[in-house]
């Protein structure tokens, strides 16, 4: 059986990609002359948590950076809500790998938090009582109410990716689209992350997260998206997160018996 053969098992119907709040048709980018993603076709469930798993150089972190239109694709779209991506950014709030962001640069922890709030602070970036109570607000709900004062630079690995998902909460948005939140924080930050995310679930929104972390996939997240360069498998953990796709995707390498 081909990748493209095992990547439409799970697909939703045509009809889903309306109410998507994320969805791919045919997504592919290259670097260079090296494909990266080819073909992708991807639809998120609204109301879900969604890990896109897959081996290193699979693909994960460009398709998210692609839909955004942070690098070009070479072809294919990205909808949310049926709309252009580009449409409903306001809606949408995205949470970069920790490893990407200058952490030199000389701010402190509350003004990276009001920066998520820069649609309400207007042209000339007024921040008023209110707009610093919802920021220690989003700070107090990741744990770090403390630190508002502190430069960014001066924070652990795990605090700092505490403070940009409070940037995000800042948003209000609908749909969070996070590169590797776990990656190379502590245990504690980690099970702080992931109950903020299933809140988030809980009240209705939308997380799709890049994940590398297989033995959580299960506890964390209702649906899965396999990549390996194309898709390979996409829907509910119960019948996407098995062998027969894992084979598919690292080639053999990973068990879930592991």
Known sequence: ?????????????????????????????????????????????????????????????????????????????????????????????????RASVDWDFPTRVIDVVLMGLYQELGLFRRVRPAHRDTAFACLERVGMQDFGERQIGQLSGGQQQRVFLARALAQGADLYLLDEPFAGVDAATESAIIAVLKSLRDEGR??????????????????????????????PVASAFTQKYLDAAYGGRVSLKA
């Not at 799970?10 to 670097?31: D, H, K, Q």
């Not at 939308?206 to 959580?216: I, K, P, R």
């Open 1 to 97: 059986m081909s990748p493209r053969d095992i990547a439409y098992e799970n697909a939703l119907p045509e009809g889903a990609i309306a109410a998507s709040p994320f969805a791919l048709r045919g997504l592919s980018v290259a670097y260079a002359s090296d494909p990266v993603v080819q073909d992708i076709d991807m639809t998120v469930v609204q109301g879900s948590m969604t890990a896109i798993i897959g081996p290193n150089g699979a693909g994960k972190s460009t398709l998210l950076k692609a839909a955004l239109g942070i690098v070009p694709s070479l072809a294919g779209q990205s909808t949310a809500w049926g709309q252009p991506l580009a449409s409903q950014r306001k809606r949408i709030a995205y949470v970069p790998q």
């Open 206 to 235: 939308t997380v799709v997260a890049v994940h590398h972390d297989l033995s959580t996939v299960e506890d964390y997240f209702d649906r899965v998206f396999l990549i390996n360069r194309h898709r390979i498998a996409e829907g």
